[in-house]
Nanobody, 115 residues
Framework: VQLQASGGGLVQPGGSLRLSCATS????????MGWYRQAPGKQREPVAT???????NYVDSVKGRFTIARDNAKNTVYLQMNSLKPEDTAVYYC??????????WGQGTLVTVSS
């Protein structure tokens, strides 16, 4: 597995979680990194992306609540999720993309927001 995701779990509404995705130096330094999620019965959707120069994009439903960041020393991308809602419940997938190396996906980590 070239992308190793972790950090999912069960959290109450309004709580926080931080997802991590570690990868190789080669993939990390050459790729746009990001997170997708797939809720039960729904299609996979993009959540957030971060480019090599640290420009970011977010889906409207998470703006102001989620923050994506890169740690260049650790070849790791993080997704800090605050003010979580039940509708954030999904399997979260880390991904990396570059024209040279193509697309890579992590194994998915489950986030459950429930009281």
């Amino acid at each position: 597995v070239q992308l190793q995701a972790s950090g999912g779990g069960l959290v109450q509404p309004g709580g926080s979680l931080r997802l991590s995705c570690a990868t190789s130096r080669s993939i990390f330094s050459n790729s746009v990194m990001g997170w997708y999620r797939q809720a039960p019965g729904k299609q996979r959707e993009p959540v957030a992306t971060i480019a090599r120069e640290d420009s970011t994009n977010y889906v409207d439903s998470v703006k102001g609540r989620f923050t994506i960041a890169r740690d260049n020393a650790k070849n790791t991308v993080y997704l800090q999720m605050n003010s979580l809602k039940p509708e954030d419940t999904a399997v979260y997938y880390c991904y990396a993309y570059s024209m040279v190396l193509g697309a890579h996906w992590g194994q998915g980590t489950l986030v459950t927001v429930s009281s």
